[in-house]
Each structure stands twice: as C-alpha cells, then as structure tokens.
C-alpha cells in the first residue's frame, strides 16, 4: 500500500467515525453506518473497521456510542437518562439501561457516579502532580 492510498485510507476511515458521531442516532447497523459513510460495500467497509481498529464495526460502534453516553453524563449532568437515551438513538431510558448494562456491567446512574469520580480524581491528580491520569472512560 503506498502513502497516498493509507492517506486515502485514513481520510476513509475518519470520515466514518465523523459520520457515526454525527448520525448516532440514526445508525443502529453496520450497513447503516457504513451507508452513512458513502461506502457501497458493507462487506468493504466492515474489513477496513476491522483492519483499522483491530476489532468488528459492530464492537466500534459500541464503543463509540457508550463515548457519547459517558460525554453526554460529562456535559448536562442534569439531563435525563430518557434525553440521553434518545440523543444517542437508543428509544427509551429502558433500553439506555439495558444497553449500558449489557456492556459495561454497571447501570447508567452507576456509570455516571464512576465516570464523575474519575473525572474529579483525573483533575485532582492533573492540579497536583501537573499530569493527566488515563482514565478507563477515555480514548
């Protein structure tokens, strides 16, 4: 593979994650997602998540959408799980807490407690020692 077509590939590929975040709550399959990334091939598009991240498109767009869940804890504290569920394409706060469940084991108010601590202790620690612990939450 030469430079120009792995930058092509990259551009591809960022392209996609671009297009899930922007779509999340209109993508619910792969060939959704991959239509919203203008690939005509699912089979394609599902080889190149894979060769990309190391993983299949479906376990991506899981953790892209837990991302945003966590993000949107982060930012509107307040908001409710119901808003939460529906800004990431989810139809409910049931299936919010269903699908949190099923993936990380914890239900959405104990992942937003989790994540909340382990911002505070990221800063805590970031102020003190002038360095950014990595949190499990984060990329």
Same mark, same amino acid.
């Given at each position: %593979?030469?430079? *120009?077509? %792995?930058?092509?590939?990259?551009? !591809? /590929?960022?392209?996609? /994650?671009?297009? =899930?975040?922007?779509?999340? !709550?209109?993508?619910?399959?792969? $060939?959704?997602?991959? @239509?919203?990334?203008?690939?005509? @091939?699912?089979?394609? =598009?599902? #080889? $190149?998540? +894979?060769?990309? &991240?190391?993983?299949?498109?479906?376990?991506?767009?899981?953790?892209?959408?837990? $991302? +945003?869940?966590? !993000?949107? %804890?982060?930012?509107?504290?307040?908001?409710?799980? &119901?808003?939460?569920?529906? %800004?990431?394409? *989810?139809?409910?706060?049931?299936?919010?807490?269903?699908?949190? +469940?099923?993936?990380? !084991?914890?239900?959405?108010? @104990?992942?937003?407690? #989790?994540?909340?601590?382990?911002?505070?202790?990221?800063?805590?620690?970031?102020?003190?020692?002038?360095?950014? /612990? $990595? @949190?499990?939450?984060?990329?």
């Amino acid at each position: %593979m030469g430079l *120009l077509q %792995m930058r092509e590939y990259k551009e !591809e /590929i960022e392209l996609a /994650i671009r297009a =899930f975040k922007n779509n999340i !709550e209109d993508i619910h399959t792969v $060939q959704e997602w991959a @239509s919203y990334a203008n690939f005509s @091939s699912t089979k394609s =598009f599902s #080889r $190149q998540i +894979k060769i990309h &991240f190391g993983k299949p498109a479906i376990k991506v767009m899981t953790e892209l959408r837990l $991302q +945003k869940v966590i !993000e949107l %804890m982060l930012k509107s504290p307040e908001e409710s799980l &119901f808003c939460i569920a529906r %800004m990431v394409g *989810l139809k409910d706060e049931k299936s919010l807490y269903d699908y949190v +469940k099923y993936h990380t !084991e914890l239900s959405p108010t @104990s992942l937003k407690k #989790r994540v909340k601590k382990e911002k505070l202790r990221s800063e805590i620690t970031e102020y003190n020692l002038g360095v950014k /612990i $990595q @949190s499990v939450f984060t990329e």
